[in-house]
């Protein structure tokens, strides 16, 4: 990986940082070797232990990373050089300042406290800090029941951090006077108001009040300071997943562009019109090193939003650098994975390799089964439409079983087992009874692995304040009941797309947890021996050859600068792959991958949009496929909803965080490849499977109907086919059904324009009676389905645009 600033009005470069990694992947050394003018040499070095948690993190003055560290070879224009430890469980039980005056040395101390006697094991309740000459202070941490952080040290003083019933911040008085960059006042207060999705909306604090609008937009209020009694406005450009931009003033003036690290955190930001550079440094942690410059807009540690509190917000928890932790409890725990088990732990301590940008954690090493755990899990929580609202954090432990919170704050209940899941989806009914349905984001989703093949796959359980106590009771009955009858867990039910296979002892199934999102650079899979015969179950079967909208001329589409993951494991720029370059090439049923070359890159004008996977942008057409792992099937981007499951390159299950919006895009250049061999790719950082070519096969076809009013109403928000009234007709080409619409429905005015909608079929799965021959309304043929024989239909794609673009990526 390598990462430049290289300006046409400067001789040589300014920025020029290149990682070096080990063979596990870990990032050794990030050196910045700029050949400008007045820039200086940035290199750091990182050693690990042997659960691949930081140890050692210093600037050599040297460049190289060989020698032993010391506080005399250290250079660079922030030096430093820091060492860390850690227990068995990943808490960070000391820190270790190097310098020339002398080490400072923070010992910290977990569970319960003088201050907080109830505190928790994993809850740091105080930092003992002892300076060079001898001095030592102690500042102590308390929590509430729930885990959440309610006292923290702020600079001189103490803040109070006050929670609403959703589990966020709602609220921070603070004392004392802050640090660099934080609150002066001796005594001050922020407060947050979130949406329903937890999405922060609004935030107050002694300088005044923002508001975080759509498209990174911010305005903010000001009543106090130099800037008292008016309103401002900042806005951040992204691009290919990055924050390339940021304005806080009218004309080019007013812009300055970032460059970023491979976790997103800005490393030098450049003035438009003054061409002035500002370099920020960062330790691994995210803490500031070096002087502490004025930056424009007020964003850090991975390019979130840093607040006046000396908290950084990132997703759904806050995050306080200074210690390296987050102030409240995951909501997701990962019990394969021990590391992960430290409730408050940043990228399991390991902030140079991986990162946390939702708060968290992104899914690793998930298993294939995952995939239909997924999918029943999505059908149940669909089938039942409970209204999913988070609000109480719930951990099953001692079970293999995993809750997943794709929205922020929300956290619901998982089961486990058969039988024992209709006595719980049972639980629930009784519950919600006479409550009104609704749909909000997909906040939660759970998936349970069954052990030697005789568990359910997935079972999802949702949790929200109006589920009664007889729910609650029902759901720890049912973990105590498969516990009791699994004394030890076999073999996990599959294994990962890297072919991993974990144990899991004393639990029912293996949890499909998940772990930090890797920014380094994966081992070259090898070529897979062959190809699953094994004809897959309805409703798309076969991932080579069902596709969404598009031509295969390329219509599905990417911004330039997107990157795709290459076969070295490196990432390069679609604009810059060239015909006979490999790629990595995955089969999402199978799991196997394998370099594959690519034999066409087309290039065309298109709509972009922007498309956010586990806080990635990605920007995309609107069309393009990528494999949905909850409706196991490749699904056009606006068909994806925010929660819904994509797959990454290692594995990794991820949420879609941002839905693309129709109303909102760029027209510009658009690229597209066509791959040997599986015709799919891993595009952005996080690699999200993708597939670029191909038709759909003998055995699939697919099928259209134009749809208005409630019909149109029915399928955008349960994107399921429904059919009380009777049978349903569809054709098979979109100018059939585009011709049996404008007949049908020429007697409707009143209803509007119809809206095209595309699903997929296996044609073997066709009733024999359903097909209809050629007709005048339905040119080419069709099929008439009742509302028993639409379950054998896929996944309804709404098609942007009426008729225009038919065809297929």
């Known amino acids: 990986m390598r990462i430049g600033l290289d300006r046409e009005r400067v001789n040589g470069t300014e920025l020029d940082v290149r990682y070096g990694y080990d063979v596990a992947g870990n990032i050794l050394s990030a050196k910045d070797d700029p050949t400008a003018a007045g820039t200086a040499d940035d290199n750091q070095c990182f050693t690990y232990d042997a659960l691949r948690r930081l140890t050692s993190a210093w600037t050599p003055s040297t460049g190289s990373c060989s020698a032993a560290p010391s506080t005399r070879a250290l250079g660079g224009p922030a030096a430093y050089w820091t060492d860390y430890a850690y227990d068995t469980v990943g808490n960070r039980t000391s820190m270790t300042s190097h310098r020339a005056s002398g080490d400072v040395t923070a010992a910290y101390t977990y569970g319960p406290s003088t201050a907080d006697p109830d505190a928790g094991v994993h809850a740091l309740t105080g930092v003992a800090t002892t300076t060079a000459g001898g001095a030592s202070t102690t500042a102590s941490y308390v929590y509430d029941a729930a885990g959440n952080t309610v006292n923290r040290p702020f600079g001189t003083g103490t803040q109070v951090l006050g929670w609403d019933g959703e589990g966020r911040l709602a609220q921070i008085v603070t004392s004392g ?263 909000r984001s997909f906040a939660t989703e759970t998936v349970i692995g ?187 981007t606006q068909s994806l909803g925010r929660g819904e499951l994509v797959l990454g390159a290692d594995g990794n299950v991820l949420p879609v965080t941002r839905p693309v919006d129709l109303r909102a895009h760029e027209r510009g250049s658009a690229y597209n490849l066509t791959v040997a061999g599986a015709h799919s790719d891993h595009v952005g950082l996080t690699g999200v499977l993708v597939h670029n070519s191909g038709r759909p096969g003998p055995e699939d076809a697919y099928l259209w109907r134009a749809v208005t009013g409630a019909e149109l109403s029915d399928i955008s928000s349960t994107r399921q086919w429904h059919s009380p009234q009777g049978v349903k007709y569809f054709a098979f080409s979109e100018a059939s059904a585009a011709e049996y619409a404008r007949r049908a429905y020429s007697a409707y005015p009143h209803e509007g324009a119809y809206t095209m909608i595309r699903t997929t079929v296996r044609m073997s799965d066709l009733p024999d009676d359903a097909r209809m021959a050629y007709t005048t309304d339905v040119k080419g043929g069709g099929v008439a389905l009742s509302n028993d024989q639409l379950k054998v239909l896929g996944r309804p794609s709404i098609m942007p645009g009426g008729i225009q673009g038919a065809g297929v990526c």
């Open 177 to 439: 006077t802050g640090g660099a960059g934080e609150n002066q006042l001796t005594a001050g207060e922020a407060s947050f108001v979130y949406s329903a999705d937890g999405e922060r909306l609004v935030r107050k604090d002694a300088s005044g009040t923002t508001l975080y609008l759509p498209g990174g937009q911010e305005l903010t209020n000001h009543t106090a300071g130099s800037a008292a009694g008016t309103t401002t406005a900042t806005r951040y450009y992204g691009f290919g997943g990055q924050t390339v931009a940021v304005r806080d003033g009218r004309g080019l003036g007013g812009v300055s562009s970032l460059v970023n690290d491979v976790h997103g955190t800005a490393l030098a930001v450049v003035h438009n019109t003054k061409y002035t550079l500002t370099r920020n440094f960062a330790d691994p942690f995210g803490g500031r090193r070096g002087e502490v410059l004025d930056t424009p807009g007020d964003r850090g540690f991975l390019g979130k939003v840093e607040d006046t509190t000396g908290l950084t917000s990132v997703g759904a928890r806050y995050y306080d650098s200074g210690v390296g932790r987050f102030v409240s409890v995951d909501p997701v725990m990962d019990l394969g994975d021990p590391q992960q088990w430290s409730a408050y732990t940043y990228a399991n301590n390991n902030p140079v390799t991986w990162s946390d940008p939702t708060g968290l954690l992104s899914w690793k090493g998930a298993w294939s089964g995952i995939k239909k755990g997924a999918s029943a899990a999505g059908k149940w929580i669909s089938k039942n439409k409970a209204e999913i609202i988070g609000g109480v954090v719930g951990t099953v432990v001692g079970v293999g079983c995993a809750v997943f919170t794709a929205g922020l704050g929300s956290v619901a209940c998982a089961v486990a087992g058969g039988a024992l899941a209709g006595a719980i989806t049972n639980a629930v009914r009784q519950s919600s009874s006479g409550k009104p349905f609704s749909w």
């Open 450 to 636: 069954g052990v030697f093949g005789a568990v359910v796959l997935g079972v999802g359980a949702v949790a929200s304040r109006w589920i009664a106590p007889v729910a609650n009771r029902a759901v720890q009955g049912a973990v105590s009941a498969v516990r009791a009858s699994t004394s030890r867990g076999g073999q996990a039910v599959a294994s990962s797309a890297r072919g991993t296979v974990s144990q899991s002892r004393n639990s029912a199934a293996q949890v499909a947890g998940t772990k930090p999102i890797p920014a380094n650079k994966p081992k070259p899979p090898t070529a897979p021996s062959g190809t699953s015969n094994a004809r897959p179950t309805a409703p798309v079967k076969n991932p080579q050859t069902a596709h969404t909208k598009g031509q295969t001329t390329g219509q599905c589409s990417f911004a330039g600068a997107t990157p795709v993951l290459m076969a070295s494991g490196e990432h390069k720029a679609i604009e810059d792959i060239e015909v006979g370059d490999q790629v990595i090439a995955t089969d999402p049923l199978t799991a196997k991958q394998a370099a594959m070359p690519v034999t066409h890159v087309w290039v065309h004008e298109d709509d972009l949009f922007e498309f956010e996977v586990n806080g990635e942008l990605i920007v995309t057409t609107e069309d393009h496929p990528f494999w949905s792992v909850t409706d196991q099937t490749w699904e056009g």
